[in-house]
């Protein structure tokens, strides 16, 4: 069954700290990886990845992808309280149509 | 350009209801879909279209049904509203598999 896996669940920091977000993935065909951060809304897009080893980055935010160990990183470095979210990671299988799989997401509150 | 829209944003059905979540996007897509959030759980499919008079289940699709008759419109049914279905809904459309989703604002359905 395919899976994606996120961690931690949760997480807590103060302002200036950098974070790193895990998502491991066991998926049949894989095509992409997919970062998206959701405030109390719709998630937003953050992120795609497709290659292994390139760096995505914007801003403070930066993800990176190994599809040799099957898992991507999300860093957020100098965080803010505007970076407090729901980070949800997803994976797009290589076949027309088909749906983005979600895991469950990390929680992360950033205190002044 | 609208993007994709969900109405209602709230409601409130009593157990044994039904009710029809309107989405509509104006960018021709091709793909859509429907997902359920619930606390903590990241998102879950509900039912996709590849195209207008072509839909598939997803991994959680009891109790709901959708029609594509357009490219333009994806309702999810319920029939017999229950507990169970409390949840955000969120409905999403993609033009090819190379950008992330857009998504609809959501719908926050709870059942009495």
């Known amino acids: 069954e395919d899976k994606v896996v996120q961690s931690p669940l949760s997480l807590v920091v103060h302002e200036g700290d950098t974070v790193t977000l895990n998502c491991s993935y066991e998926?049949?065909?894989?095509?992409?990886l997919l970062w998206y951060k959701q405030e109390k809304k719709a998630p937003t897009f953050l992120f795609m990845l497709?290659?292994?080893?390139i760096e995505k980055k914007s801003g403070r935010l930066s993800s990176i992808l190994d599809k040799k160990e099957l898992f991507s990183i999300l860093n957020i470095t100098a965080t803010q309280t505007g970076d407090s979210a729901v980070y949800l990671c997803?994976?797009?299988?290589?076949?027309?149509?088909?749906?983005?799989?979600f895991g469950k997401g990390t929680t992360l509150s950033v205190s002044s | 350009n609208a993007g994709v829209t969900q109405t209602p944003k709230f409601r409130i059905l009593k157990i044994g209801q039904s009710m029809t979540l309107q989405c509509a996007q104006d960018?021709?897509?091709?793909?859509m879909y429907w997902y359920r959030q619930d606390p903590g759980m990241g998102l879950k499919l509900i039912y996709y279209?590849?195209?207008?008079?072509?839909?598939d289940k997803g991994e959680v699709p009891n109790g709901y049904n959708v029609s594509r008759s357009t490219t333009e419109d994806f309702p999810l049914r319920l029939e017999l509203a229950a507990p169970s279905q409390t949840s955000v809904y969120f409905c999403?459309?993609?033009?090819?598999?190379?950008?992330?989703?857009?998504f609809g604002s959501g719908t926050r359905l709870t059942v009495v």
């Open positions: 998926v049949t065909n894989f095509r992409s």
């Open positions: 279209s590849v195209g207008a008079g072509i839909t």
């Open positions: 497709t290659s292994s080893g």
């Open positions: 960018m021709n897509h091709n793909y």
């Open positions: 999403a459309s993609i033009r090819d598999r190379g950008k992330g989703y857009t």
């Open positions: 997803a994976v797009g299988r290589n076949q027309a149509g088909t749906a983005l799989i």
